[in-house]
């Protein structure tokens, strides 16, 4: 089982940088795909960024993509998320989670953090 917690939410005036952090437990976290996943209210969650084991492999939904940054240190057991030019639609809970494939992170086997909420400010 993987504990994972969440921290670097808050408040931040449109165009402005934010970053997230989720700290993981275990002695395997390099083993683990992680993403980072957001829900604004009446909206389904949506996969955000998401990082293979070593970091090889990342992608994003277009709507970030060239502003938001998804890397790890397996060193330190965490997973960043790099939030630059924040737009008031980027307001949501952002939640972390990880799962031994990459392709399986929105599946059963999931673990999930507890969120963080960032809310970005026009």
């Known amino acids: 089982q993987v504990q994972l917690v969440e921290s670097g939410g808050g408040l931040v005036q449109a165009g402005g940088s934010l970053r997230l952090s989720c700290a993981a437990s275990?002695?395997?976290?390099?083993?683990?795909?992680m993403g980072w996943f957001r829900q604004a209210p009446g909206e389904e969650r949506e996969l955000v960024a998401r990082i293979s084991g070593s970091g090889g492999n990342l992608d994003y939904v277009d709507s970030v993509k060239g502003r938001f940054t998804i890397s790890r240190d397996n060193a330190k057991n965490t997973v960043y998320l790099q939030m630059n030019s924040l737009k008031p639609e980027d307001t949501a809970v952002y939640y972390c989670a990880a799962n031994l494939l990459y392709v399986r992170l929105t599946s059963a086997g999931t673990y999930w953090g507890q969120g963080t909420q960032v809310t970005v400010s026009s």
């Open positions: 275990g002695r395997t976290f390099s083993s683990y795909a």
